[in-house]
C-alpha cells in the first residue's frame, strides 16, 4: 500500500490587485483603496512596503498592508 503526501505550498506573499483585495475584505472600497495609494507618499504606506508596481498594475501586499493600518490606528 502506497501512501501520498501532499503539502500544501504557501507564497510567502499574497499580492492582490485592488479589486481582488476588495473582493477577498469587503469591508474596503475601490475608492478608499485608490485615495491611500494616491497619497502614499504622505501617509506613510510607501514606506510600508505595502504597494509593489509591475509596470501599470498596482499590487498590495496584504500582511504589509495590515500591519500598516495596524500601526495607522495605534496598534
Known amino acids: 500500500m502506497t501512501t501520498t503526501q501532499t503539502e ?3 507564497p510567502a506573499w ?3 490587485t485592488i ?3 476588495v473582493t ?3 469591508a474596503f ?3 478608499g483603496l485608490r485615495h491611500q495609494i494616491f497619497h502614499e ?3 506613510g504606506l510607501k514606506e510600508s512596503g505595502a ?3 509591475n509596470g501599470r498594475r498596482v499590487l498590495i501586499r496584504e ?3 495590515f500591519f500598516w493600518l495596524e500601526e495607522k490606528n495605534g496598534g
Open 8 to 10: 500544501t505550498i504557501q
Open 14 to 16: 499574497i499580492f492582490s
Open 19 to 21: 479589486q481582488q483585495f
Open 24 to 26: 477577498r475584505h469587503p
Open 29 to 31: 472600497t475601490v475608492g
Open 41 to 43: 507618499k504622505t501617509n
Open 51 to 53: 504597494i509593489v508596481r
Open 63 to 65: 500582511s504589509k498592508y
